[in-house]
């Protein structure tokens, strides 16, 4: 689930979140993700009726660790991958106002959509818009 912050037992300490601002349709949506040992269980969380959005952040194994972005399109019932970023973990900031990613425009040419996220890492983020 992608709105859970998860806390540290001591409840002092905060786990470390990725948090992406996905636009579309003129509303913004504020995504959270923890980190994953594994990518696979990763889910899709819908956004509006098309576009499907994926964030995984994996922070171990130090030699695959990566925060990796995917969007994609609904068609007949299945997902088809529009849109793939990897990012090194810890990535490094734009400095732009709009985190490690910048401003993302993603197109799917069947509907006329257009999705837009930047994400950032809070602890990371320098500028915001």
């Given amino acids: 689930m992608f709105a859970t912050i998860v806390f540290v037992s001591s409840g002092l300490a905060r786990a470390e979140t990725l948090v992406c601002h996905v636009s579309y ?3 913004t949506l504020i995504l959270r993700a923890q980190p994953v040992t594994s990518p696979y269980g990763v889910p899709v969380r819908a956004i509006g009726s098309y576009f499907l959005f994926r964030m995984v952040f994996q922070t171990d194994p130090p030699d695959l660790a990566a925060i990796k972005l995917y969007v994609f ?26 985190g490690f990613t910048g401003l993302q425009a993603v197109y799917e040419p069947v509907r006329d959509g257009e999705i837009q996220y930047w994400c950032e890492l809070p602890g990371q983020r320098r500028g915001r818009r």
């Fill in 25 to 27: 349709g003129g509303e």
């Fill in 73 to 98: 399109g609904e068609r007949e019932g299945q997902p088809v991958p529009i849109h793939q970023a990897t990012y090194p973990y810890p990535p490094r900031e734009q400095g732009a106002g709009y």
